[in-house]
């Protein structure tokens, strides 16, 4: 079974721009999470994303926002990129009715 | 989720078997026990999850005592491919997963 998918591996913008970044969950996985890992700091929570529908959002700004798409894949979009934005962003995914997330590679996030 | 508080580091040899313990003295009725496992630059593994007594997998087993406020974390015979950022959580992993500094476990040859 095909794992947590996730592109591109490494990304680098500059300040001011957008960076898109995608996952694909789980075969069968319906909800969809992201977290932020600045270097050498522990997970941050961004945003949780089920059946289409944004759940739960972490003490992020709006300009980090995403979607889910009708075949639970998931974009999360950061506009207006600034230095501290450099990080790994994580995606995981989850089944309905499991307690179990399951974590994708990660996108390294350079903004220079 | 209930607050965690574990050991920021430990150093074990390739072959010792390693027992990392986490305390979590407000664990909640419904609340289960997880670990994850990250190595640098990836995304964290699911070790194990238990709720009470002893889970057993092919990777570790997991002890937790009857009044569930601490659990402990066996790795059996590590190697160097252990050494990694071990973090327990405890809750419900159902909503946003709160990580703590995690202990990060050097194992030498």
């Known amino acids: 079974e095909a794992g947590v998918t996730q592109s591109p591996t490494h990304l680098i913008k500059t300040r001011g721009q957008q960076a898109t970044l995608r996952c694909s969950p789980i075969?069968?996985?319906?909800?969809v999470y992201w977290y932020q890992q600045a270097l050498g700091l522990g997970l941050q929570f961004l945003l949780w994303?089920?059946?289409?529908?944004?759940?739960n959002r972490g003490n992020f700004p709006p300009r980090f926002s995403g979607r889910q798409f009708p075949n639970y894949s998931s974009e999360l979009n950061v506009n207006a990129l600034e230095l501290e934005d450099s990080a790994l962003y994580l995606c995981?995914?989850?089944?309905?009715?499991?307690?179990?997330?399951?974590f994708g590679p990660g996108t390294r996030l350079t903004v220079l | 989720l209930a607050k965690t508080t574990q050991p920021i580091s430990m150093d074990s040899y390739e072959g010792q078997e390693v027992n990392i313990t986490c305390s979590h003295n407000?664990?909640?009725?419904?609340?289960?026990i997880t670990w994850y496992q990250q190595f640098p630059s990836q995304g964290p593994r699911f070790i194990i999850q238990?709720?009470?007594t002893k889970v057993t997998n092919e990777v570790a087993s997991l002890f937790i005592p009857a009044d569930r406020k601490s659990s402990t974390l066996s790795l059996p015979r590590v190697s160097l491919s252990d050494t990694a950022v071990y973090y327990c959580?405890?809750?419900?992993?159902?909503?946003?997963?709160?990580f703590g500094t995690g202990t990060r476990l050097q194992v030498f040859p």
């Open positions: 238990g709720y009470k």
């Open positions: 407000n664990i909640a009725t419904n609340d289960y």
């Open positions: 075969s069968g996985h319906t909800s």
């Open positions: 995981a995914s989850r089944s309905t009715g499991s307690d179990t997330q399951y």
């Open positions: 959580l405890v809750g419900a992993l159902t909503d946003k997963l709160i």
């Open positions: 994303y089920d059946e289409g529908e944004e759940r």
